[in-house]
């Protein structure tokens, strides 16, 4: 399982190959933060002091990262355009549906 410095350390690997201004340390903390709780919602996984997300969604988390952060700016749109350029988004949330569909919720007993 990979922590949040290790994560951010790779999305900075991947966002030097974008012709971008990179975010700060602590945008990306907070980003990578937002995407794990996302996960962790949908899955119904409690983090622990061991475990700060399932690690069978590890690979969920950069690709959300990347696609709120490609999305700054446009916060709330579902779509806008600009110099014969229309971008549209799939909702207005922060992350797109089909995104996060695919997790699993944990069975909880009681």
């Known amino acids: ?4 410095e290790e994560i ?6 991947i966002l030097a190959d974008y012709d971008m ?4 340390d602590e945008t990306l903390d907070m980003e990578i933060k937002s995407a794990i709780g996302a996960i962790n ?6 983090p622990t002091d061991k475990a700060l997300y399932d690690v069978t969604y590890e690979d969920k ?5 990347l ?3 490609m999305k700054f700016g446009a916060e709330g749109e579902t779509e806008h355009s600009e ?5 549209r988004y799939g909702n207005a949330n ?3 549906r089909e995104m996060l569909e695919d997790i699993l919720p944990l069975a909880k007993f009681y």
């Open 8 to 13: 951010r350390e790779e999305l900075q690997t």
């Open 83 to 87: 110099n014969n350029v229309i971008r």
């Open 1 to 4: 399982m990979k922590n949040i």
């Open 21 to 24: 201004e990179l975010p700060s």
């Open 61 to 65: 988390i950069i690709p959300l990262v």
């Open 94 to 96: 922060k992350y797109p």
């Open 67 to 69: 696609t709120s952060i």
């Open 41 to 46: 919602r949908c899955r119904r996984f409690t």
